[in-house]
């Protein structure tokens, strides 16, 4: 399984980005993706994730209301639209898949994800 990850660049606070994570060799009818970032000197913390069997969606606090992730199953591809950005945003985002589905809850862990993206880098200035 290989992981692209894209979308990534600077924007205002209160714009928006959309992350891409395009997946080759994975099957897109179960398993999970999802979403993580890190920022410098900081631990990779979760941002969202997505149950590829029944869609269900489960995102971190920090990014409710504000990020939404997407799926495009004719493409293999997972979307992550970022709203109403702010600084605290500023991070490399990684998408990370797993091919047997867990339960929505461990979907935060990321030690649960064999496969990792390279990241993409969002910055959002004040």
């Known amino acids: 399984v290989q992981l692209q990850a894209s979308g990534g660049g600077l924007v205002q606070a209160g714009g928006s980005l959309r992350l891409s994570c395009a997946a080759s060799?994975?099957?897109?009818?179960?398993?999970?993706m999802g979403w993580f970032r890190q920022a410098p000197g900081k631990e990779r913390e979760f941002v969202g994730g997505?149950?590829?069997?029944?869609?269900?969606?489960h995102y971190a606090d920090s990014v409710k209301g504000r990020f939404t992730i997407s799926r495009d199953n004719a493409k293999n591809t997972v979307y992550l639209q970022m709203n109403s950005l702010k600084p605290e945003d500023t991070a490399v985002y990684y998408c990370?898949?797993?091919?047997?589905?867990?339960?929505?809850?461990?979907?935060?862990?990321?030690?649960?994800?064999?496969?990792w993206g390279q990241g993409t880098l969002v910055t959002v200035s004040s």
């Open positions: 990370a898949a797993r091919n047997r589905r867990i339960i929505i809850s461990a979907m935060n862990q990321a030690g649960v994800y064999e496969y």
């Open positions: 997505i149950d590829l069997w029944n869609g269900r969606i």
């Open positions: 060799g994975h099957t897109f009818s179960s398993g999970n």
